[in-house]
């Protein structure tokens, strides 16, 4: 029998406090996550358990956690993607997460009234109470292009990020039997010291298992400073920690949502667009 991924979103809350605490109150998103899931004493085949495209039923549930909790006002987060406890956050540990929840729900329908008070049916849904959120985020949608392109082009993709971020000769090599190398390129920082890197790009759409990263790394030793995977899905945990193993030249890891948050960065096939937001203080007219 499949071993699924056993917990809802509201049932995260408290691993997620606990996870920062255990942080030292601040902690990244694949931090927190490593908490919770040994927190929670979570298998691979659970943390692995798909919500929609790559992204898994774990680390979509825990990104509904922490926006509840934010609401709720015990976390916040950063514009580099680090999360930390508030002052409140702090003094708390433990939620009831019917109190939060309800709270939260009753504060996003208050807003929708604000938004469009004509718009009654949308103040009443409630559609982000339901056992499995429906909403599709901007970086599934990107995964899901991008997996629908033929891997050639997947390649040219990942030879274009490389340069965007700086790298220098980047070549899709394209050779059969070549231990999973896709390309190569050469990173120098300063303009004085210089890394060849060699990548493979897995249009992928389950989990990177750790023999793909064993085997990817025998193939770099003597060919270059380091390596990267970059791929549409996701990594086990195995293999990150195979990526990262003592004693063995590192790989680097860029999975479907890191690949989505770079294109985002660096405006390759996504757009922003800014909305105006009036805010009246009705404060200050009170106070004239």
Not at 90 to 114: P, S
Not at 163 to 177: A, D, I, S
Not at 192 to 213: L, N, T
Not at 219 to 236: N, S, Y
Request: aromatic letters at 6%; charged letters at 30%.
């Amino acid at each position: 029998m499949k071993d699924t991924f056993p917990y809802k979103y509201d049932e995260l809350f408290n691993p997620v406090l606990a996870a920062l605490k255990k942080l030292g109150d601040s902690g990244s998103i694949s931090e927190i996550e490593d908490q919770v899931s040994s927190i929670l004493e979570l298998t691979d085949h659970q943390l692995n358990d798909i919500h929609k495209g790559n992204t898994s039923k774990f680390t979509y549930r825990l990104a509904w956690a922490r926006h509840y909790l934010k609401r709720f006002g015990l976390i916040e987060n950063s514009s580099r993607g680090v999360w930390a406890l508030t002052e409140e956050g702090i003094k708390t540990n433990v939620v009831d997460k019917d109190v939060v929840r309800k709270q939260v729900l009753l504060e996003d329908k208050q807003e929708r009234l604000n938004k469009d008070k004509v718009k009654k049916t949308e103040s009443s849904s409630g559609q982000e109470d339901n056992d499995e959120i429906q909403k599709i985020s901007w970086q599934e949608q990107i995964i899901e292009e991008l997996q629908l392109i033929p891997p050639a082009s997947f390649e040219k993709l990942c030879q274009r990020l490389l340069r965007e971020l700086g790298f220098q000769n980047v070549e899709v090599t394209g050779k059969t039997n070549d231990g999973g190398i896709d390309g190569k390129g050469m990173l120098r920082i300063g303009g004085v010291m210089s890394f060849h890197v060699i990548f493979q790009a897995k249009r992928y759409k389950g989990s990177i298992s750790p023999s793909i990263v064993r085997d990817f790394r025998g193939a770099m030793i003597g060919r270059a400073d380091k390596g990267l995977i970059i791929t549409t899905g996701t990594f086990t945990r195995e293999a990150k920690k195979e990526a990262q193993r003592d004693g063995a030249p590192p790989i680097d890891l860029i999975d479907g949502t890191d690949l989505a948050e770079k294109l985002k960065e660096l405006k390759l096939g996504v757009d922003i667009e800014l909305v105006e937001k009036i805010i009246v203080k009705k404060d200050w007219f009170k106070a004239l």
